[in-house]
């Protein structure tokens, strides 16, 4: 089912796929059977296993994922460094959290699970969850700067 505003450039899409709206696969793209690219999602050169899921607001080149993956909003992978272009691998069952970088070249495991709002740059092993979040601070009664009055 490839739905409104979608453009699919040398790319190949298996049975039973979901794609847009406005998905964008670029050269290189491989659906396997029932993957789901959602909509405002950007693939090149990507290998989607069967059955897994890239729902919105995603960009994921250069990478391999395996069967029933599930890759949360926002998620990317950081496949170019200004030089060369690098591989991301995401084995069967992993999970990525939403508005998570995957810095190439990294692989996540079988059933790893990766935190929400993560900056991966090493490899997880299988069934690990990964997290790379500063801890959340609050500063009370903070000075918040205010806008100057117009003519002042």
Same mark, same amino acid.
């Given at each position: 089912?490839?739905?409104? *505003?979608?453009?699919?450039?040398?790319? !190949?899409?298996?049975?039973?796929? +979901?794609? =847009?709206?406005?998905?964008?696969?670029?050269?290189?793209?491989?659906?396997?059977?029932?993957?789901?690219? =959602?909509?405002?999602?950007?693939?090149?050169? &990507?290998?989607? =296993?069967?059955?897994?899921?890239? *729902?919105?607001?995603?960009?994921?080149? +250069?990478?391999?994922?395996?069967? +029933? !993956? %599930?890759?949360?909003?926002?998620?990317?992978?950081? %496949?170019?460094?200004?030089?060369?272009?690098?591989?991301?691998?995401?084995?069967?069952?992993?999970?990525?959290?939403?508005?998570?970088?995957?810095?190439?070249? !990294? $692989?996540?495991?079988?059933?790893?699970?990766? =935190?929400?709002?993560?900056?991966?740059?090493?490899?997880? +092993?299988? &069934?690990?969850? &990964?997290?790379?979040?500063?801890?959340?601070?609050?500063?009370? *009664?903070?000075?918040?700067?205010? $806008? $100057?009055?117009?003519?002042?």
């Amino acid at each position: 089912h490839i739905k409104a *505003n979608t453009v699919i450039e040398d790319a !190949v899409v298996a049975e039973s796929c +979901d794609i =847009g709206p406005f998905a964008r696969l670029r050269p290189g793209t491989q659906l396997a059977n029932k993957a789901k690219i =959602g909509n405002f999602v950007e693939t090149k050169k &990507a290998i989607v =296993g069967e059955g897994s899921k890239i *729902n919105h607001l995603s960009y994921v080149g +250069d990478a391999i994922l395996g069967k +029933d !993956v %599930n890759v949360g909003a926002g998620t990317i992978t950081c %496949n170019y460094d200004g030089v060369n272009k690098s591989t991301t691998e995401i084995d069967d069952n992993a999970f990525i959290g939403s508005n998570t970088a995957l810095v190439a070249p !990294v $692989k996540v495991g079988k059933m790893a699970t990766v =935190g929400a709002g993560s900056t991966i740059s090493k490899d997880i +092993d299988p &069934a690990a969850l &990964a997290v790379t979040r500063a801890k959340q601070t609050s500063i009370k *009664n903070w000075p918040r700067p205010q $806008k $100057k009055e117009k003519g002042n």
